[in-house]
């Protein structure tokens, strides 16, 4: 089966903290995803990875930035946290275009 | 612009009492449709892929079809445990690989 993990099932920062959340999957997938999901809005693609130090913004990637240093590792960065930043945020791998995505558990991020 | 709309927005069902859920899409040649399962507080869980119009794919009570505009997820004789936000995706050619576009999902209760 395949494992997508999450490092913080919940998460408290305050504004102007720099925040990271950090994404591990175990099935060698070429393409690795962040999400944010809120309610009304639903899944919204903030950056995506189809591989090792390449990135690529998704549709609302402002304030975020993303690091892929190894391939089953994908962290994403808020620089500066603000309080609309507060969110539920997935990620998620896929073994290459045109296959389906694995999803994480998801981190509630507060930002206070 | 690329898009998928779910309808309805909740539907509450009796155990026992089969339904379908809808997801039109609107994308420029299409890759895949997806649909995953997503329960309070969880990741999505991943259903089926569906390539081509015709496709049709089933899994215990569920099956998910394809036409050439809109996805269908037909839910037979459902159990409350079925009870869950449904939602559909969609990749599509003019847009960067892996990236998917979601709809905002169907709420479904089913009661005893």
């Known amino acids: 089966d395949v494992k997508v993990t999450q490092s913080s099932r919940y998460l408290v920062k305050r504004t102007g903290e720099k925040v990271f959340l950090e994404c591990v999957q175990d099935m060698d997938h070429e393409n690795m995803f962040w999400y944010r999901q809120d309610p009304g809005l639903g899944l919204r693609l903030i950056y995506f990875?189809?591989?090792?130090?390449?990135?690529e913004k998704g549709d609302i990637p402002e304030g975020y930035s993303v690091s892929r240093e190894k391939k089953e590792r994908f962290s994403l960065i808020l620089e500066s946290a603000s309080t609309n930043q507060t969110s539920m945020y997935l990620c998620?791998?896929?073994?290459?275009?045109?296959?389906?995505?694995?999803f994480g558990p998801g981190t509630r991020l507060t930002v206070t | 612009e690329d898009q998928v709309t779910q309808s309805p927005e909740a539907l509450r069902l009796q155990e026992g009492e089969s339904s379908s859920l809808n997801c039109s899409y609107t994308v420029s040649g299409l890759r895949g449709l997806f649909w995953y399962r997503q329960d309070p507080g969880k990741g999505p869980e991943f259903l089926f892929t569906l390539y081509s119009a015709g496709e049709e794919k089933e899994k215990e009570r569920l099956k998910a079809t394809l036409t050439k505009k809109e996805s269908f997820l037909h839910i037979t004789a459902p159990k409350p445990e079925d009870s869950a936000t449904y939602l559909c995706a969609a990749e599509g050619y003019g847009g960067s690989q892996g990236n998917l576009i979601f709809g905002k999902g169907t709420k479904l209760s089913v009661k005893p």
């Open positions: 998620a791998s896929s073994f290459e275009q045109n296959y389906e995505q694995y």
């Open positions: 990875s189809y591989d090792v130090k390449m990135k």
